[in-house]
């Protein structure tokens, strides 16, 4: 058997990568491509290339996609993956083996028309894909799964070879309550707002208004009651949402189309999507957090959404290639709140959920510190606005963030509860939208205890602990308001407890 050093990668991508590698060049440059046109037709004055531009940017697209196609091979050595690209400027990449942890699947409709799939090489480090290899024939895709694993672990059988159980499928009835709750629909419509605007679409013209306005249908509505107005008005914006919401629920149906989450080996796989489907693959032993969110819309329906924190998930900037859907690593995006705590459990196999946590709760004086500083920002926002606009009745709109404010701070006190189980620290926070944050302690890297000079007067501390899988927008756990001394004494403890793991 030859060594490393003297192994050539032989296997291609499939003959038709370069279509998906032009599309997905022409996705990236799509905006630039029409404002290219679009300036090219407007001036009168054209550069060199003329009405020629576009079709020589697409060319050119197709020939760099071509090449790639061309100069791709990867192959599996004595100990890894290797992936060598180009041939003038040559980047040969090796995997170990050991180091493979996921080997993830995206299959867009083409893709699927093909029986092609773009796969992603995940490892131990977390990040963007280790290899982002595009695209393969599903036969490829599944003799590189069969010998990584098999190298990787020759006493066990391969992943595909073990028998799954599922652990949650979601039904159409599940995806449009996903959709009704998500409500994603209103992004969409954000977006397209935008982009009508930037087109000049919404540029307000007076004349056009004062025409409208004098039009026998405005004249019409005038003269309708105040109360017939009222109601005309109601109906519109209520059309509008429901409108929004029925958006929502095709995307929810589209995006988590045959949603089901499995049980390989001590695993968990996750599959989904109408169009594009994704296959996942959730090591357990890389689980960094599950979070459970809930909001109001949840709670009326009895429903929970379940995420998860994968090791390195924080990491670097993402390949451009790599696709949003794949940071999101979801349970369950939606479910029965009673189903929650069993996928919790598979999530995390090794917490013991026997018995209740005991769940503690903030400093005495929290009450009033959220209180002023929820009033503080509230007056000091509004005051000129309410100013402006109401003058006589700005007193009123100010005077009213006050017991709104001690709402939200006795809620907010009321809900917000930490425990420290043998295994793990739970925190749940938030009222209206309240959310469950569980850390295994063997996951904690990093903790801080930290007090601003309002924090000492009060005698309090804010506690943060930070995993593998934590970034700035999915973070661990972030406990203020705590007794200092609660809070000393919380650290030490998930400290200790990470000593005795390393």
């Known amino acids: 058997m030859a060594s490393d050093s003297d192994f050539q990668p032989r296997l291609r991508l499939h003959a038709l990568s370069w279509v998906f590698g032009l599309s997905g060049a022409i996705k990236q440059m799509v905006l630039p491509l029409i404002a290219l046109l679009f300036f090219n037709v407007r001036d009168d004055t054209p550069g060199p290339f003329g009405p020629w531009i576009v079709p020589i940017v697409v060319a050119a697209a197709a020939i760099h996609a071509i090449w790639i196609q061309l100069t791709f091979r990867y192959g599996f050595s004595p100990t890894g993956l290797v992936v060598r690209k180009g041939i003038i400027f040559r980047n040969v990449r090796h ?44 036969a490829a895709v599944q003799e590189m799964r069969e010998r990584v694993f098999s ?83 109601a109906l519109t914006i209520l059309s509008a949402i429901i409108a929004v919401r029925i958006l929502s629920v095709i995307l929810a149906i589209v995006t988590f189309y045959d949603f089901r989450l499995t049980r390989v080996a001590g695993d968990l796989r996750a599959r989904y999507g ?122 009123v709109v100010v005077l009213s963030c006050i017991p709104l404010a001690w709402m939200h701070a006795h809620l907010y006190v009321k809900y917000t509860r930490w425990a420290l189980v043998g295994d793990a620290v739970l925190f749940r926070h938030g009222w209206l939208n309240r959310r469950l944050t569980i850390v295994p302690r063997d996951r904690v890297q990093t903790l801080s205890v930290e007090a601003t000079p309002f924090d000492r007067r009060s005698r309090m501390a804010s506690l943060y602990v930070d995993t593998a899988g934590a ?30 793991t390393t």
């Not at 970034?471 to 661990?476: E, K, L, P, R, V």
């Not at 308001?481 to 809070?487: C, E, I, R, S």
Request: hydrophobic letters at 50%; glycine letters at 6%.
């Open 471 to 500: 970034s700035a927008m999915t973070a661990g756990i972030r406990i203020r308001y705590l007794p200092a001394d609660v809070a000393e004494r919380l650290a030490t403890a998930l400290y200790r407890t990470a000593a005795v």
């Open 274 to 395: 109408l169009f594009t489907r994704v296959a996942l693959t959730l090591r357990t032993r890389r689980i960094q957090a599950v979070h459970q969110h809930e909001s109001l819309l949840h709670r009326w329906f009895h429903r929970v959404s379940l995420n998860v924190d994968l090791a390195g998930d924080s990491g670097g900037g993402q390949n451009e290639a790599d696709n949003s859907r794949m940071r999101t690593r979801w349970l369950a995006p939606v479910c029965p709140t009673n189903a929650a705590p069993a996928l919790i459990a598979a999530a995390l196999p090794a917490l013991d959920w026997s018995t209740e946590p005991d769940w503690q709760p903030l400093a005495s004086r929290a009450r009033g510190r959220i209180f002023r500083k929820t009033a503080l920002w509230s007056v000091l926002i509004l005051t000129a606005p309410a100013i402006w606009y109401l003058r006589e009745g700005a007193i």
């Open 95 to 138: 995997i170990e083996y050991a180091r493979i942890e996921n080997i993830d699947t995206e299959r867009g409709l083409l893709h699927r028309l093909l029986g092609v799939a773009e796969v992603r090489v995940q490892t131990s480090t977390g990040g963007k894909p280790e290899a982002l290899i595009s695209v393969l024939d599903l």
């Open 151 to 233: 190298e990787a672990k020759p006493a066990a059988q391969t992943i595909q070879e073990r028998a799954e159980t599922t652990l949650l499928h979601l039904t159409i009835g599940e995806l449009v309550r996903q959709g009704l709750i998500d409500n994603r629909g209103m992004i969409l419509v954000a977006a397209a707002f935008g982009v009508l605007h930037e087109a000049g679409v919404f540029v307000i013209n007076r004349e056009l208004v004062d025409r409208v306005l004098e039009s026998s249908s405005a004249a019409g509505l005038a003269a309708l009651g105040l109360m017939m107005q009222l109601a005309l008005g």
